[in-house]
């Protein structure tokens, strides 16, 4: 029946069909209206007839002549079938348990999903490899902290990625350690090597996959921590070297040992403070001590890093 034939705006519900001599279900979907144009029926096969309508597996449009669309839309009958079908699908599991049980589909190496720390590895080990991230990265804000976070899963991952393909070839030389007797043990060794990559090739080459996809996340996220950091770092060098300059200029007219940062409005320590006015003039304190000596107070230094007479 073609497009003109059936009323706009017409609706009947899918009908299933049976056919023994395929033993496939069909469901028929009824013409959908579209732009002023109707589209003609499709029949579906949802599936063999044991286990009923289920899974779309192909779409069979009967199109009428001339097939026109109004407007830029191009969407075919078949393609609104599949969606009908498609969105009674399951969308993953909705229960607690289904959805803790998903997230540990990845657990059995590790490389991949949430699960970062495999049952059999130190936890220990893991929060000082943590820890170690943090003190080198010193991490301000949720932004750097999450990103130190991830650096240092990643790098871990990365870690295990050596044992996992040892593992391989150590699970590889217990399978085949029986194979080719009649060769030397030298080249025999050899063959059981080169048998265990064949048969393990597609875990080894996913293993290497695996390790590329972590050093990009790592790269990606270093970027990151990095454009956040720096900006933050410059400015506190900035402020330390401010810091820097006025005591150096409180040393130049004896007034250092009343420099009082925090007056200032510096967030710095005392020492850290003398390190850096002694980085800007490593000369800083030669004068200064010359004068003491001449006043008879060898000994005396200027708070903690001032030269001794």
């Known amino acids: 029946?073609?497009?003109?034939?059936?009323?706009?705006?017409?609706?009947?519900?899918?009908?299933?069909?049976?056919?023994?001599?395929?033993?496939?279900?069909?469901?028929?979907?009824?013409?959908?209206?579209?732009?002023?144009?109707?589209?003609?029926?499709?029949?579906?096969?949802?599936?063999?007839?044991?286990?009923?309508?289920?899974d779309l597996v192909a779409c069979h449009p009967t199109l009428p002549e001339p097939f026109l669309f109004q407007g830029d839309s191009h969407v075919l009958c078949c393609q609104a079938a599949a969606s009908r079908v498609n969105g009674a699908l399951s969308h993953g599991p909705t229960s607690e348990e289904g959805k803790a049980t998903s997230s540990l589909n990845a657990?059995?190496?590790?490389?991949?999903?949430?699960?970062?720390?495999?049952?059999?590895?130190?936890?220990?080990?893991?929060?000082?490899?943590?820890?170690?991230f943090r003190e080198r990265y010193q991490p301000v804000g949720e932004q750097e902290l999450a990103l130190v976070q991830s650096l240092a899963d990643t790098h871990w991952r990365l870690?295990?990625?050596?044992s996992l393909e040892a593992g391989i070839y150590a699970l590889g030389r217990l399978e085949f350690a029986e194979l080719f007797p009649e060769q030397e043990e030298g080249v025999r060794k050899q063959l059981i090597e080169a048998k265990?990559?064949?048969?393990?090739?597609?875990?080894?080459?996913?293993?290497?996959?695996?390790?590329?996809?972590?050093?990009?996340q790592a790269e990606k996220d270093l970027v990151a921590l990095e454009a956040l950091r720096q900006p933050r770092l410059r400015e506190t060098e900035s402020c330390l070297n401010e810091a820097a300059e006025l005591y150096i200029a409180a040393v130049h007219q004896n007034r250092h040992e009343l420099y009082d940062p925090e007056a200032l409005g510096?967030?710095?320590?005392?020492?850290?403070?003398?390190?850096?006015?002694?980085?800007?003039?490593?000369?800083?304190?030669?004068?200064?001590?010359?004068?003491?000596?001449?006043l008879g107070i060898g000994n005396a230094v200027p708070q903690t890093f001032g030269p001794a007479a």
Not at 196 to 204: T, W
């Open 196 to 216: 265990i990559y064949l048969a393990y090739h597609r875990q080894l080459a996913n293993l290497s996959i695996q390790e590329g996809r972590l050093r990009r």
């Open 107 to 132: 657990l059995t190496t590790g490389l991949t999903g949430r699960t970062v720390l495999l049952p059999s590895e130190d936890a220990a080990l893991y929060e000082a490899h943590l820890a170690q």
């Open 1 to 54: 029946m073609g497009a003109a034939e059936r009323p706009l705006g017409r609706h009947l519900s899918p009908q299933k069909f049976f056919s023994p001599s395929t033993s496939i279900t069909y469901v028929h979907f009824p013409p959908l209206p579209h732009s002023g144009f109707l589209v003609s029926s499709c029949y579906c096969e949802a599936g063999s007839g044991s286990s009923g309508a289920g």
């Open 266 to 294: 510096f967030e710095f320590s005392i020492a850290q403070i003398e390190v850096r006015a002694i980085e800007i003039q490593p000369d800083l304190f030669e004068d200064w001590a010359a004068e003491q000596e001449n």
């Open 159 to 162: 870690a295990r990625i050596p």
